[in-house]
């Protein structure tokens, strides 16, 4: 029979036959991912250097995902999706695991995240603080991207990577007020996620700062139904007898109803009235490229979670993590 070679295991894989012998002597350039295929091929060959025997493909791991509300935005399947593609190149799977959105009595969380299946878990765009302490039981390696303000970073057991909103939005009303505007207001559940209440804590210090006065009237910042959040904001704005100058959105989801509502509504603001939003998020195709934003950049958001999710795995003993991604300002001076 003849003798496998390393040109064997190359044109089995279609890869070069550098990336095989930069495998086989420990050499960089090639992700584990490929590394564990190479070894993987090489004892299915039965490939043999005549030194040592071949150590076997690393085992793979598996990390869950776990979201509320599978419907979720491209905005969230693009950070999943970036995740997944950088776990690849670590012989990591991402699995995706749906909870419901709102706790009940009758909860239970998915069996597989309690029975061994995962290495890691990563939770996020989960909002209700009941399911996050349940979450937060599991006993392996987790990451949070985002909370509630009922629970707090000295309340999970893993790390918590949040987008940093407080001076972001502080400088986005900074912003508006060097334009001439003095009534503003602020839309965003602010106990709907921390991030939503570090924002409205940023627009309020920056009013304060500015000596300019905050018209509760124009602040709606209570909760609002996940499913009814269209009816909810044109009944807030229904009721108002004027709108003011600005509104501070705490995302560009918010924003895009507002511009709805001014659309059906062309009266509303006969002088005019300048939106902004937060999440640069471009399926709002009716603020996109319009309204001031803040882009998180949801690829590199992704690939930071994987690593921080990697990195617990590996030092699962080293202190919990509270990390703030700082986002990119796009300033606009549209004008609805």
Not at 220 to 228: E, G, H, P, V
Not at 275 to 290: H, K, L, M, Q
Not at 294 to 305: I, N, S
Request: net charge negative; with cysteine.
């Amino acid at each position: 029979m003849r003798k496998v070679t390393m040109q064997d295991i190359a044109d089995a894989l279609g890869v070069s036959r550098v990336t095989v012998w930069k495998v086989f002597n420990n050499q960089p350039g090639v992700s584990e991912f490929l590394k564990s295929e190479v070894l993987a091929k090489a004892n299915e060959l039965g490939y043999n250097k005549g030194i040592a025997e071949l150590p076997a493909a690393k085992e793979s791991k598996n990390i869950s995902i776990v979201v509320s509300r599978p419907e979720s935005s491209f905005f969230w399947t693009s950070i999943i999706h970036s995740m997944a593609e950088e776990l690849s190149q670590n012989s990591i799977n991402l699995i995706y695991t749906c909870v419901d959105p709102i706790y009940t009595d009758s909860f239970q969380l998915p069996r597989t995240l309690v029975n061994g299946s995962f290495n890691a878990v990563v939770i996020m765009n989960i909002y209700d603080a009941q399911i996050i302490r349940r979450l937060n039981s599991i006993p392996i390696p987790k990451v949070f991207l985002d909370t509630v303000p009922d629970v707090t970073f000295g309340d999970v057991d893993g790390d918590l990577i949040l987008i940093e909103g407080y001076h972001t939005i502080y400088k986005i009303t900074e912003s508006v007020i060097k334009r001439g505007v003095k009534d503003i207001g602020f839309i965003g559940d602010i106990m709907y996620a921390q991030t939503n209440h570090d924002r409205y804590a940023g627009f309020l210090t920056c009013m304060k700062d500015n000596n300019l006065p905050v018209n509760q009237k124009y602040c709606k910042t209570d909760k609002i139904d996940i499913y009814s959040y269209k009816q909810e904001l044109f009944n807030y704005l229904d009721s108002l007898e004027t709108l003011p100058s600005a509104f501070i959105c705490v995302s560009d989801y918010i924003a895009h109803f507002v511009q709805f509502y001014l659309a059906e509504h062309p009266g509303a603001a006969p002088n005019g009235i300048i939106i902004t939003g937060f999440d640069a998020n471009d399926e709002y195709t009716n603020v996109d490229g319009i309204i001031t934003t803040a882009d998180v950049c949801v690829e590199k958001l992704g690939k930071r979670l994987a690593r921080q999710c990697i990195y617990r795995m590996t030092y699962s003993d080293s202190p919990y993590e509270l990390t703030y991604i700082s986002p990119k300002i796009i300033y606009r001076d549209s004008k609805f």
